[in-house]
Nanobody
Framework: QVHLVESGGGLVQAGGSLRLACAASGSIFMINRMGWYRQAPGKQRELVADVTGGTRTNYADSVKGRFTISRDNAKNTVYLQMSSLKPEDTAVYYC??????????????WGQGTQVTVSP
């Protein structure tokens, strides 16, 4: 069994910063990809950023230059440093990971979500 636990959400004023963290635990053989998605009320869940292999990153156009994703492979943890936050960044942020529990078994896992609210 694999668990993803997020932390770091909260309320911040526009222009402020927050750092999200997501730690994976359980029966982990290898983590391929970790990322963050978000879902605002009435909207579809969208990719914010992801990192593969610890170094290859990908960002949504809306967050480029403001958000930074990083990964600590030793801790099975992914971070999302969010700066210059805007009200439109308000959403529930979900951690996602592509994890092998054995050499042959691979699954897609989600955290429970953490609320980020940016006030004008």
């Amino acid at each position: 069994q694999v668990h993803l636990v997020e932390s770091g959400g909260g309320l911040v004023q526009a222009g402020g910063s927050l750092r999200l963290a997501c730690a994976a635990s359980g029966s982990i053989f290898m983590i391929n990809r970790m990322g963050w998605y978000r879902q605002a009320p009435g909207k579809q869940r969208e990719l914010v950023a992801d990192v593969t292999g610890g170094t290859r990153t990908n960002y949504a156009d809306s967050v480029k230059g403001r958000f930074t994703i990083s990964r600590d492979n030793a801790k099975n943890t992914v971070y999302l440093q969010m700066s210059s936050l805007k009200p439109e960044d308000t959403a529930v942020y979900y951690c996602n990971a592509d994890i092998r529990t054995t050499l042959r078994n691979r699954g897609d896992y989600w955290g429970q979500g953490t609320q980020v609210t940016v006030s004008p």
